[in-house]
């Protein structure tokens, strides 16, 4: 059984007005438990909006989304909430870190929504921290850490629940062509290690890491 | 659970401190509001106690015809007495009558003289209280009829109508006031708790996305917003019977002394319901705070 299954998914913007826009338009797609996806567009093609319906964080207007044999759409927000806490982990271009925590603290967020006891929750977060090779930064903010270690803060925060898949949108969008380098190594290991990995890029040397690529275009996979 | 509360109560406090002189107008708006619906509710206790004192000196005497028996007086007594709308019937012999009335005219030589030429020119007398002042028609009623016309010589009956009149005219007046200024600073309370929790949620937009990412849930990212507005509410009460405590002292001589006679007692009132009246404030004014930061809430942190 494939960890993803979405079968004619739309997302449609002002529907049924004169500007009505489809940003998915039919988009059919299986990724399997081990995966390394790249999803390639350029801007404005639909890979951002497929990229927040795969991460629970938007409904899509029709077709199904199964992720682990679960129906997502049937899911309240409360439970989306629950399956993004425990089955996704993201990492996202500008790092989405919290600026007044240090990188350990921004690391063991996950870990408190799911109520895990602060000592514990610590002990993952600093050893996710030295997984992604940052065990000497624990204590930074991340105004004190590079672009290249943010993301990989990121990437530790990430992981730190164990998720089934992790979704990184234009992951290195933000960093040099060394920093993006480390980090897509980073997440090459992890799918050595059997992890299932989606990134959406517009950078075909990103897709050179993957697995396997596909493209959207106008909110349709064109193989 | 623990976890959760803790770091509910811990981002409220946060919240209160980041924005610290929003969160302080809010405060001293929430205090006025309470000024304001606890004074309105204020005079209108002492209003209605004052009318209650006024009502409880009302009664009606019934004077009789000297040479009615004592027997006779008694059986109207009791007749009075199986109304449902009296409260008392009080029997002052025609003995007790002329003690009395000798006892007043003292200084009064020419009147004693006469009493005691002519003898006890005096019947008995019976002081009714009816329960309620609305009471007394029904009583005066009864009495007028021509069953008891040759046994009365006559009635006095000082309602303090004028008195009660005035002092309810006054009180919906305050009242009317008081009500108008508390909707006011009600509605200002509620527009003003309104837009600082949506400033909060303005200033924590960031944290609150991220918090999305990563899979706080609904309450998790609702409640410290919840738990800054009952944090203000708390802090307005506080400041509020800090305040309004002390000015009791100043006040109350004032109040007493306008119930001089009456059984009222302002300070030990207020003593006797101050549980009371904190709880009331309380729940007003964190019923308040819920309310519109709920509203600003459900209108500005759709998760």
């Given at each position: 059984m494939a960890l993803i299954e979405i079968r004619d998914l739309k997302k449609v913007y002002n529907a049924g007005e004169p500007n009505e826009f489809y940003a998915l338009n039919g988009i059919s797609l299986s990724v399997d438990q081990g995966d390394f996806l790249a999803i390639m567009g350029v801007s404005g093609s639909g890979k951002s909006t497929l990229m927040n319906i795969l991460g629970c964080l938007d409904h899509p207007t029709s077709g199904t989304y199964m992720l682990d044999g679960e129906d997502v759409g049937k899911k309240s927000s409360g439970e989306l909430a629950k399956i993004r806490r425990n089955k996704i982990g993201f990492v996202f271009q500008n790092f989405n870190l919290l600026p007044r925590m240090q990188a350990v603290k921004n690391v063991e967020l996950p870990l408190i929504y799911e109520g895990i006891p602060p000592k514990e929750r610590r002990q993952?977060?600093?050893?996710?921290?030295?997984?992604?090779?940052?065990?000497?930064?624990?204590?930074?903010?991340?105004?004190?850490?590079?672009?290249?270690?943010?993301?990989?803060v990121a990437i530790a925060r990430a992981l730190v629940n164990e998720p089934m898949v992790i979704l990184a949108d234009e992951p290195t969008g933000n960093l040099d062509s060394k920093s993006g380098h480390q980090v897509m190594k980073i997440l090459l290991d992890l799918h050595l290690q059997g992890r299932t990995i989606i990134v959406v890029t517009h950078d075909p040397t990103i897709g050179e890491y993957a697995g396997r690529v596909i493209k959207i275009i106008d909110g349709t996979i064109k193989d | 659970?623990?976890?959760?509360?803790?770091?509910?109560?811990?981002?409220?406090?946060?919240?209160?401190?980041?924005?610290?002189?929003?969160?302080?107008?809010?405060?001293?708006?929430?205090?006025?509001?309470?000024?304001?619906?606890?004074?309105?509710?204020?005079?209108?206790?002492?209003a209605e106690k004052a009318i209650e004192s006024v009502e409880q000196k009302v009664d009606v005497s019934v004077y009789f015809e000297p040479d009615i028996s004592?027997?006779?007086?008694?059986?109207?007594?009791?007749?009075?007495?199986?109304?449902?709308?009296?409260?008392?019937?009080?029997?002052i012999s025609k003995e007790e009558a002329l003690q009395r009335f000798i006892d007043r005219h003292q200084d009064d030589p020419g009147i004693i003289e006469s009493i005691e030429e002519v003898g006890n020119p005096l019947g008995a007398t019976l002081v009714v209280k009816a329960k309620s002042i609305d009471d007394y028609p029904t009583v005066?009623?009864?009495?007028?009829?021509?069953?008891?016309?040759?046994?009365?010589?006559?009635?006095?009956?000082?309602?303090?109508?004028?008195?009660?009149?005035?002092l309810s005219d006054i009180s919906s007046k305050v009242q009317r006031i008081g009500l108008i200024v508390s909707a006011v600073f009600i509605i200002i309370a509620i527009l003003i708790i309104f837009n600082t929790i949506r400033i909060n949620i303005y200033t924590h937009r960031e944290e609150i996305g991220i918090m999305k990412l990563v899979g706080a849930s609904n309450w998790f990212v609702r409640a410290p917003f919840l738990v800054e507005s009952m944090l203000y509410a708390v802090l307005a009460v506080v400041i509020a019977i800090a305040v309004l405590y002390p000015l009791l002292g100043v006040i109350a001589p004032q109040v007493d002394s306008f119930f001089a006679g009456y059984n009222f007692d302002l300070v030990s009132y207020i003593h006797g319901y101050l549980i009371e009246i904190i709880a009331w404030q309380l729940g007003f004014a964190i019923v308040l705070s819920f309310i519109s930061s709920s509203f600003a809430i459900g209108r500005y942190l759709r998760v």
């Open positions: 993952r977060a600093k050893h996710m921290l030295e997984v992604v090779g940052l065990g000497n930064r624990v204590q930074h903010k991340p105004s004190m850490l590079s672009g290249g270690e943010q993301q990989r | 659970m623990f976890i959760f509360l803790g770091r509910t109560i811990k981002f409220a406090f946060q919240g209160f401190t980041r924005n610290i002189w929003l969160s302080v107008v809010t405060v001293v708006i929430l205090v006025l509001t309470l000024f304001s619906v606890t004074i309105a509710a204020g005079i209108n206790i002492i004592e027997q006779e007086v008694l059986n109207v007594r009791y007749r009075l007495e199986e109304l449902s709308q009296v409260e008392s019937v009080g029997y005066l009623s009864m009495l007028e009829s021509d069953s008891y016309a040759d046994l009365i010589q006559g009635k006095s009956y000082d309602d303090n109508q004028q008195v009660i009149n005035r």
